[in-house]
């Protein structure tokens, strides 16, 4: 069984602000953040102030920073929720837990608040296991193992570098789907986490996830941006095309995926009925990509994480380009990205 | 989108219990509300002259070695003794569309609330909705009530596969190796993890045969559980290689393979020292197996469960005939199987027509 430490200095919590007023927010967070140090990124198209209460170590990012920082034409990549990835461009840590602003705290079976942070930073500092799939789940849990039949030379596992977590009550489901089960809400706290296999393509939700960002960091790309992109989530594809970016990266790096536990608590926001109007463009675009990325192959030489998104940017131009000028964009966008993470996301 | 909430049919007349034994068959008292709709076939294992009860009230066909050396011929040499590997037998003789597998040691377990869990009932859910393969949903089975596809997954996609396999697992005693077992004798699983899912393609898995269900029309054939017990020189490593052909060949198909609920009671811990001597070759081969696995390919002609699976022994003869003899054995075993099975399901063997490909019922 696997002990795990979870130092303070090691995290940074990124939060991208799509609403002003973060107190009633932060404070329901406050007895799990406090202890870290928070980078809070506004999103530059919010008008108002933000709010935060007292009591935290945080670093706020608004508009004006974001141009200073990678000047006024990159700062458009950095709009909506995408704002959150110049949190991720700024954070000197090696670990990244990000939320969205409209989740708190969940309880689990037992009643007990649970603490994502915490069962973020386990999962990423215990092996992953993508080669071969264990029954049980994830084996390092206390009380788990590797089934009989699981492989000897694949137990020692590889180094996970996403995990990606859930959602209790409004669950991340597409507009279409919440419109047509209006009172559906996720009740289903299943008590697992679990390595995604490698070649297996998921999709990754940006509301709550958690990252080694020494060994990922630049693959996390604010690229795919949609023409009628809006405030909520059923109006974004950003963190889809980025999670599955990441996987395929993952997967030619050997490194590990997990989803599953922590949940959080995603409050009643939006309409579906209305985002439907502006869904129907993601979901088309979804529709290219996976034979795409079925078969997207990286060279020998893509042995980091910025050398694999350059080379992605250029087959995705090549392939998905003709496909949709958006795909395009996409492609120099991811370009751009590595040019900001090599020029301020390292240093 | 995911189908509403409807009551799960019985299927008491398309299911068979199969269950090896080799002790007694006390298990089913408590399993009686649950099982006694159904046909059972019971493949006794061991010393034939030894008299099984079945309790009173089960509809039943059962079968000992003689029955099996007499109905098979020269052939039941595929079929295993002195191992619950025999059970596979049960498989070949059904005449029904799913089966439903489970160890005499195994008892109804229950839920968090406290409520007993009908296992057959989940099973039978696992496997008349869809499986979804080609793109891992992050809430699991998105047909379970309360559950659905998440954003971004794709609607070309949501159709799925057909499920020709249901993965059960297990309380209280887990199922793990003889080393795990040795270094852990205390641990149990405890944890009730309220989730089924697919196993994406192109991903293996230890298939446990302690409380499995499929669709023996969709994959049958494949659900061979190998060379062993008396005479050979592996054990328990019957289930997994079963596991490991059907995957490859539910992957070629373009079906699906379910694991999670139902979880059932196992209240047998075996002999870890026993275990040891049974998989100790097993531990060896396994990192041959796996990556041979890994890497089968099967020719775009095998389009039935059967034609994959002749394909398939001859590669374990190619492949792994020089890890061990052994498998040169197994090979032709896999043959034999395939022709006895064909034998005694004649219809099925006429059709090699590829599976259909409209949207799952």
């Known amino acids: ?21 973060l107190k009633s927010f932060l404070n329901e967070w406050k007895p799990i953040f406090s ?12 008008k108002e102030e933000l709010q935060i209460p007292q009591g935290f170590s ?28 110049f949190g991720f461009l700024v954070s000197r840590k090696k670990y990244v837990v990000c939320v969205d602003d409209d989740c708190v705290p969940a309880k689990d079976n037992a009643g007990n608040i649970v603490d994502p942070v915490a069962q973020h930073i386990v999962n990423l500092k ?11 789940y994830d084996p390092f849990r206390k009380g788990a193992d590797f089934v009989r039949g699981y492989p000897f030379s694949l137990r020692t596992g590889v180094d996970c570098a996403l995990s990606c977590g859930l959602w209790l009550n409004l669950a991340d489901l597409d507009a279409p789907t919440q419109a047509l089960k209006p009172q559906q809400r996720n009740s289903r706290y299943v008590d697992a986490v679990l390595t995604v296999p490698v070649r297996s393509m998921m999709p990754v939700s940006g509301i709550n996830i958690a990252f080694n960002r020494e060994a990922i960091g630049p693959a996390l790309v604010p690229a795919l941006k949609l023409s009628g992109e809006g405030k909520f989530r059923w109006e974004t594809v950003e963190d889809i095309w980025s999670g599955m970016c990441v996987k395929v990266i993952c997967d030619h790096l050997a490194l590990g995926v997990k989803s599953g536990l922590p949940y959080v608590w995603r409050t009643e926001r939006g309409n579906p009925v209305e985002s439907l109007k502006k869904e129907w463009e993601g979901v088309k675009l979804m529709e290219e990509v996976v034979p795409f990325f079925q078969s997207v192959r990286f060279s020998q030489l893509a042995t980091t994480a910025e050398a694999c998104v350059l080379e992605m940017a250029k087959t995705v131009k090549e392939q998905l380009g003709k496909v949709d000028p958006m795909f395009s964009r996409a492609a120099e966008a991811m370009e751009e990205w590595v040019k900001l993470w090599k020029s301020v996301g390292s240093s | 989108m995911a189908s509403s909430v409807s009551p799960t049919p019985l299927l008491k007349d398309q299911l068979d219990i199969v269950i090896p034994t080799i002790r007694n ?3 089913l008292e408590m399993w009686r509300p649950f099982f006694q709709p159904y046909h059972l076939i019971i493949v006794q294992d061991g010393d034939p002259s ?29 079929i295993s003794f002195k191992d619950s590997a025999c059970r596979c037998f049960g498989y070949m003789v059904s005449k029904k569309k799913y089966i439903y597998t489970i160890d005499d040691d195994c008892f109804v377990a229950k839920d968090p609330s406290g409520k ?27 047909y379970a009530e309360g559950a659905d596809f998440v954003r971004g997954y794709p609607f070309s996609l949501r159709e799925g596969a057909p499920t020709a396999v249901s993965h059960g697992l297990w309380l209280n005693i887990p199922d793990y190796d003889a080393p795990t077992q040795l270094v852990k004798p205390l641990e149990r699983n405890t944890r009730y993890v309220d989730a089924v899912m697919t196993i994406p393609k192109g991903t293996l898995f230890p298939m446990c045969g302690m409380n499995l269900a499929f669709d023996r029309e969709l994959i049958g054939p494949a659900m061979y559980f190998g060379l062993m017990g008396d005479g050979q020189p592996i054990g328990r490593y019957d289930d997994m290689w079963a596991g490991w052909c059907t995957k490859v060949i539910c992957d070629h198909l373009g079906l699906g393979v379910k694991t999670g609920l139902p979880y059932i009671w196992h209240s047998k811990a075996s002999n870890p020292f026993v275990n040891l001597k049974k998989e100790y070759k097993g531990i060896f081969w396994q990192e041959d197996l796996i990556p041979f696995f890994q890497s089968v390919s099967l020719p ?48 099925a063997a006429k059709s090699d027509a590829a599976l259909p490909n409209g949207p799952a019922k």
């Open chain 2, 300 to 347: 775009k002609d095998c389009t039935s469960v059967q034609k994959c699976y002749i394909e398939l022994s001859k590669q374990v003869k190619e492949k792994l005939g020089k890890v061990d003899d052994y498998f040169n054995k197994l090979a032709d075993a896999m043959v034999t199987w395939i022709e006895a099975w064909d034998e005694l399901n004649p219809s």
């Open chain 2, 116 to 142: 007993e869990i009908n296992a057959l009932q989940q099973h039978i859910k696992n496997l008349l909705s869809p499986s979804t393969p080609y793109f891992f949903n992050t809430l699991y089975d998105p």
């Open chain 2, 25 to 27: 068959l006390d298990f």
């Open chain 1, 58 to 85: 945080v670093a706020v990012y608004s508009k004006s920073d974001i141009e200073r920082v990678v000047g006024s034409s990159s700062a458009g990549l950095f709009s909506g929720y995408a704002c959150r990835y």
């Open chain 1, 126 to 136: 215990t092996p992953a296991t993508p080669f071969f799939f264990n029954t049980l």
């Open chain 2, 50 to 78: 030894k008299k099984i009860n079945v309790p009173e009230g089960f509809d039943y066909e059962l079968y000992n070695r003689n029955d099996i050396n007499r109905i098979l011929g020269p052939k039941a040499s595929c």
């Open chain 1, 1 to 21: 069984m696997a002990q795990v430490t979870l130092n303070n200095n090691e995290v940074d919590i990124v939060i991208g602000a799509l609403h002003s007023d």
């Open chain 1, 35 to 46: 202890r870290f140090h928070l980078i809070i990124v506004k999103d530059p198209d919010l």
